[in-house]
């Protein structure tokens, strides 16, 4: 099961007073790594039965942007559904062959939760993979922190899909809009 402490150790053999000082430790570096992360994005992508999986150009890409700083992955999860509709999970440490895709950030890891897993799969075509990441925007990080620091808060937030953008230009071409 997944340890909720945040640190992965075990609060086994511990003074009570030890423990409390673990907790407060733990509560601090939770709320330091609060103000110091960026915004968390999730995808998920499907493979067809039959079709490619996340590997060589996509995985090289992802990559480039963990390793620059740009995005660092806090979950990677495979899931396969069967003809039959059963479900294989994969998490990314027992992934080979994907680099840094199975190198999660471990005090973060884990984002994803079994319910997720299993509302993924529910959407999933039979036979079909899908690929599960979970990332935090680190660009983003120092202007969050600057805008808290200067009382500001965050209101509003959204996801525009770059085919809704490109269908939106494409009518608004069609119909002329934006002329003038």
Do not use: C
């Amino acid at each position: 099961m997944t340890d909720t402490s945040g640190n992965g150790t075990s609060n086994e053999g511990l003074s009570q007073e030890d423990a409390e000082l673990v907790a407060e430790e733990i509560a601090l570096e939770l709320a330091e790594a609060d103000a110091e992360l960026g915004p968390i994005d999730y995808l998920v992508i499907e493979f067809p039965a039959g079709q490619s999986t996340l590997t060589g150009e996509a995985v090289a890409t992802l990559a480039e942007l963990a390793e620059s700083g740009t995005i660092r992955i806090l979950d990677f999860v495979v899931v396969h559904k069967g003809d039959d509709e059963s479900i294989d999970v994969i998490k990314a440490e027992g992934l080979d062959g994907l680099g840094i895709l199975g190198t999660v950030e471990a005090s973060l890891a884990e984002a994803v939760a079994e319910q997720d897993l299993v509302d993924v799969a529910a959407v999933m075509e039979p036979g079909s993979v899908a690929g599960v990441l979970v990332w935090e925007n680190t660009w983003a990080a120092p202007f969050a922190a600057a805008v808290s620091s200067n009382g500001g808060r965050l209101i509003a937030s959204g996801h525009i899909p770059s085919q809704a953008l490109l269908a939106a230009l494409a009518d608004e071409d069609d119909t002329g809009e934006g002329d003038e």
